[in-house]
Each structure stands twice: as structure tokens, then as C-alpha cells.
């Protein structure tokens, strides 16, 4: 059964076209620094929010429009994988990523839970034999059920956590079974509401012992994908531990799990933590920990997490930058975690907002790279860093100096000449890269 028969495969078409179901930028066979944008880009499609997102908000009901509701919840979940594949397929993206709640229902036990992940994956992975479409990464859902109301991994209930493991140990079988190339884990309510009667340490080093469970087992059964914490400041606990890509990485060097961890970060939770993308994006850099990307963007006028699909040039320009000093994203991706909004309810508005997105990313592909091939920001910067390149900033770099020596230096030099940033033309000059 097709759920999209009336649109075709997606195809490029480029700017000129006026047809909607086609793309204007993304070109997945072009040429780009030498590897394809197909190969660059590694899109990914999230189940979550394509699958099984209803429209609904805080204050209003459902409204989106979907024809693969079964008579059950089982009988709904594989027309889901039916459609899910048919979108992969039409948009050509080659990765999906999914929560284990996403594909398969839970049921009345986790006896019953894990045999309808059985059996669900089964399907997942006959179609993925089928069209060659690979799984990015998948990961469990510890926040959304009641047993999770005070955490999962940092909950003060021994039974909570030994249930959360349940479902992580049978994230990695399935992770196995559909060879994942990375695994996640979001601490959706591993925090607090108050330190009153929270023990911040205890629940944190509980944290990483799952963390090296996963890391265990996953050696134990010959899988070892790149996991991957997906950091987040709030929403819904108030405080999260995984609070950005710094703090993210202050726990993971803290608890020795360098090795085995790296950061999957998004648009929309950067925003939330007082960031922009390619900040987060630019600190887990530095701590060679860039692992994969989850591409969505908030709105700036409201306070949460509103998932929209990014369609700023600006920043995605800015965010491939980053991808492109960091020698590209794989195993990693680039993970549409965006749904529809409330008001755009047709099925193929899921076709459309997908188009948009990946268009533009390809422009900030484009752009970035032009940035980097014309040493835009290189140039910038090594000349605002000049001063160190010879004289008393050479000796500084080379350590040759002391306290002593640089206040002996300072007395002797007299007063310091401002030099200006010139911020407001380079942010100009910036614009040339985005036409």
C-alpha cells in the first residue's frame, strides 16, 4: 500500500523549478570539497516526530491528518513502518533514527513491550535489507512513562533504574540486530526540581554507571557503536544534568568515559541553554567529541522547545561550517529531530517541511564551504591573533615566559594600543557567502 501515492521520488530540480516536491539545492550527487552533498550531509528522518507526532499542544487537540491507524496498536505501528520507509525512499535519505516507544507499543509488561520490539524490528529490518536505508542511531525513552517521574538512571528507585537498563540493554540488541552506527542516550529527566532533597553526586555517578554498563554489554555481544549524549539544559525536568556541551563534557572526562562518548547536539536545546548551534557545535570540537547533529530550530519569540524545521541560512551555514572543520560528521548525521506545525496537518506537509530542511542545509553546505576554501574566517583570525606569531607572544606560546618576565616586559612597553575587531563589517562581509 502506498500512503504518498500521489508524489513522486523527490528529485533536484534546482532554483528555477516552481515545483514544490522537488529540491532547489540539495543536489545529492554534486560535488563539494571533493565528496558528494549526499556523503557530507548524511540526513537522517526521526520516527518520533514523523511517525507518530499528532499536533497536538498544551492547548489544543490533535489535528494532523494520517491513514495508517490500525485497529491496533500493533496493527498501527507496522502500517508506521510501511509509510515511514515510503518518506525515506521518496526523499532519498539513506539514515532513520527512533525511540523504542516510537516503533512498537509498550503493551501491559516489558516482557510484552520486548516482543513487540521483536517483531516491529523484524519489519525495520527487512525493509532496510530491501532499500539499503541504514539506521543512524536509535535510543530508549526513559522519561515518558510514570516510573519515570523522578528520573530513570538518576531516579532514587533501585527498581527504576534496574527497569531503565532493562530497556538500554534491549536498545543495544536491536542497535545489533539493525546495525546502528551510533546509540543516544537523553537524560529527559535526569535532574532535579530542587536540591532540597536531591543528592546531585549520588544521582550523577548512578548515571554513569549505566553509561558503563552500555559500554560493557555492547563489548560483551560485539557491538560497539559511538555513543552519544545528547545535552539539554531543561524541559521537562527544571534542571538537567546534561545542561550543555560543556557541562556534558565536564561529566563525561570526570567519570573517564572519553573513549566511548561523544556529543549529539541540537539546534533548538542550544537555544535553550543560552547558546547558538554552532557555539555547541564549536565546544564539542575542542573536545574532539562532535559526534552527530540533530538539525531543528526554535522560535525566538517563544520559550521551549518548538522543534521547527531549520530553514535559516544563516545558521545552518554556520553549523556546516563547524561540520566541515571537523572533517565531516561521520558516523554521525544530520538528524531531522523537527516536526510539522500544528497547522500544517496534510501528510504531505511531512514531504514538504523534509524539502525544506534538506535544501537548507545544502545552501549552508555550499556556503560553508566557500567560507573555508577562501579562508574567510582563517584569514580573520590569524589576524587578530598576530600579536603571537613573533616577539614577547612567541615566548608566551613557547613558555619561555614568567610572571616575572611579562610584568618586568609590561613596565618597560608602556601603555597598550587598542586594536578594533571591526565585528560589525566581518558580520557583513558575511552576507557575500550567503547569496
Known amino acids: 500500500m502506498s500512503y504518498f501515492s500521489t508524489v513522486d521520488k523527490i528529485k533536484y530540480e ?4 516552481e ?20 556523503e557530507h550531509l548524511r540526513f537522517a528522518v526521526a520516527y518520533w516526530h514523523t511517525m507518530t507526532q499528532d499536533g497536538s499542544d498544551p492547548f489544543g487537540s490533535p489535528t494532523n491528518i494520517r491513514t495508517w491507524a490500525g485497529s491496533t496498536p500493533v496493527e498501527t505501528a507496522k502500517n508506521r513502518v510501511e509509510a515511514f520507509f515510503e ?11 527512533f525511540h523504542d516507544v516510537d516503533i512498537a507499543p509498550e503493551g501491559d509488561s516489558l516482557e510484552e513491550f520486548f516482543n513487540n520490539i521483536d517483531e516491529i524490528t523484524d519489519l525495520i529490518k527487512a525493509k532496510m535489507d530491501q532499500t539499503g536505508i541504514k539506521l543512524l542511531w536509535n535510543t530508549a525513552n526513559m522519561f515518558s512513562h510514570p516510573r519515570y517521574v523522578n528520573g ?7 527498581e527504576v533504574f534496574a527497569y531503565a537498563a532493562a530497556q538500554v540493554k534491549k536498545g543495544l540488541d536491536i542497535s545489533k540486530k539493525l546495525g546502528g ?19 546531585m553526586k549520588f544521582e550523577q555517578d548512578n548515571i554513569a554507571r549505566l553509561f558503563k554498563m552500555a559500554v560493557a554489554y555492547g563489548e560483551k555481544i560485539g557491538h560497539k557503536p559511538q555513543f552519544l549524549i545528547e545535552p539539554k ?45 554552532e557555539h555547541e557545535m564549536n565546544v564539542a570540537r575542542c573536545y574532539d567529541a562532535l559526534g552527530s547533529i540533530d538539525a531543528n530550530q526554535g522560535d525566538m519569540l517563544l520559550g521551549w522547545d518548538t522543534d521547527e524545521f531549520p530553514t535559516n541560512i544563516y ?19 544530520i538528524n531531522f529531530d523537527s516536526k510539522v506545525r500544528r497547522s500544517s496537518f496534510e501528510m504531505e506537509d ?14 549552508g553546505l555550499k556556503a560553508a564551504a566557500k567560507l573555508k576554501e577562501e579562508r574567510f574566517f582563517d584569514d580573520l583570525k590569524d589576524k587578530r591573533y598576530a600579536s603571537y606569531n613573533e616577539g614577547i607572544g612567541a615566548r608566551i606560546l613557547s613558555d619561555e615566559e614568567t610572571l616575572e618576565s611579562l610584568t618586568e616586559y609590561s613596565l618597560q612597553n608602556g601603555d597598550i594600543k587598542l586594536e578594533s575587531s571591526h565585528l560589525e563589517f566581518v558580520k557583513s562581509r558575511l552576507n557575500d557567502y550567503l547569496v
Open 19 to 38: 515545483n514544490p516536491m522537488a529540491f532547489r539545492h540539495y543536489n545529492p550527487s554534486e560535488m563539494v570539497m571533493g565528496k558528494t552533498m549526499k
Open 315 to 333: 545558521d545552518t551555514t554556520l553549523a556546516m561550517y563547524e561540520i566541515l572543520e571537523n572533517g565531516g560528521i561521520a558516523p554521525g548525521g
Open 233 to 277: 539544559p531543561k524541559e521537562p525536568s527544571k534542571h538537567q544534568y546534561d545542561f550543555d556541551a560543556a557541562t556534558t563534557m565536564a561529566f563525561i572526562q570526570k567519570y573517564g568515559l572519553e573513549g566511548d562518548f561523544k556529543l549529539n547536539l541540537e539546534a533548538n536545546h542550544a537555544t535553550l541553554a543560552g547558546h547558538t548551534f
Open 181 to 199: 552506527e551510533n546509540y543516544v542516550f537523553w537524560g529527559g529527566r535526569e535532574g532535579y526540581e530542587s536540591l532540597l532533597n536531591t543528592d
Open 87 to 97: 518518506i525515506l525512499e521518496k526523499l532519498g535519505v539513506e539514515y532513520f533514527c
Open 14 to 17: 534546482g532554483v528555477t523549478t
Open 152 to 158: 530513570a538512571a538518576s531516579s532514587n528507585s533501585a
Open 350 to 363: 511531512l514531504l514538504l517541511a523534509h524539502i525544506a530542511g534538506m535544501d537548507t542545509f545544502a545552501r
